[in-house]
């Protein structure tokens, strides 16, 4: 069984920073891309950040250009997100997900096939 569970999410001030993990379980996505998605309250979830299978190439959301930064530990199975310079904005539940045949980045929700249960980010102003 394939779990993803994310941890780091709280509450922080605005101009805080806050790292969030992902930690894999039931499958290797070593050869696979891995996302960071985001939902805040009546909102679509959006796209924020993807890493290709190598870690080499990495994509954002022009809104957090500059402040988030993807990584990943393929040895050990887990993705991170380190968010710098947080904005009352950025306040959403934020998921990671894994493809499933792909090491390309995409920002559409439907091309990942496995999710996390998603962890509360909330930046006070």
């Known amino acids: 069984q394939v779990q993803l569970v994310e941890s780091g999410g709280g509450l922080v001030q605005a101009g805080g920073s806050l790292r969030l993990s992902c930690a894999a379980s039931g499958r290797t996505f070593s050869s696979y891309a891995l996302g960071w998605f985001r939902q805040a309250p009546g909102k679509e979830r959006e796209f924020v950040a993807g890493?290709?299978?190598?870690?080499?190439?990495?994509y954002y959301t022009d809104s957090v250009k500059g402040r988030f930064t993807i990584s990943r530990d393929n040895a050990k199975n887990t993705v991170y997100l380190q968010m710098n310079s947080l904005k009352p904005e950025d306040t959403a539940v934020y998921y990671c997900a894994a493809r499933s045949s792909s090491f390309f980045v995409t920002r559409t929700t439907q091309d990942y096939a496995y999710w996390g249960q998603g962890t509360q980010v909330t930046v006070s102003s």
């Open positions: 890493i290709r299978e190598s870690g080499g190439s990495t």
